[in-house]
């Protein structure tokens, strides 16, 4: 397994992973397909430096799994505050990717003038709750039934991490 920066080519893969979620999951509020066009902006919002960044997992050119670190808000009160994503493809569940990919993430990120990590976990989740607890995340409140999707009022866990 390999930990790398993505890149335009894996956006194919990134592609179908994000959008496997959509309709099998709650642990993305998305309720439509994600267009190609709309991960390739997606994808090109990162960069290899600075606090925005985007890593896969690899195998045998086969994407494992991907974390991210996003703006939070738009509104400069938030400018060293960071969201993070991770998903990992169903069938590799339980392996370390996370892990992997989180300590990769946090590693670089630590060079960057960032303060804090905040993800939003839908619930009920609780391999997502445990795997943020195990890389440093900490609770600090549940948003009760504040979405909906497919029909369904949702709740998520918010935790954060500081640097």
Do not use: C
């Amino acid at each position: 397994m390999i930990i790398r920066h993505a890149v335009t080519a894996d956006l194919d893969a990134l592609h179908r992973l994000r959008n496997d979620y959509i309709p099998t999951s709650y642990a993305t509020f998305d309720e439509d397909l994600m267009s190609r066009e709309a991960v390739d902006t997606w994808i090109k919002s990162f960069g290899r430096t600075g606090p925005h960044r985007l890593y896969v997992s690899m195998e045998d050119d086969e994407l494992l799994g991907f974390a991210g670190s996003q703006q939070y808000r738009s509104h400069r009160a938030f400018r060293k505050t960071i969201e993070t994503s991770i998903y990992v493809s169903p069938k590799y569940l339980g392996r370390g990717i996370g892990s992997a990919l989180y300590e990769a993430l946090f590693k670089d990120l630590s060079d960057e003038d960032v303060h804090s990590a905040v993800v939003g976990i839908a619930l009920p989740n609780e391999a997502s709750v445990r795997l943020h607890k195990k890389v440093g995340f900490t609770e600090v409140g549940t948003f009760k039934e504040y979405a909906i999707k497919h029909g369904r009022f949702m709740s998520s866990l918010w935790m954060q991490r500081s640097f």
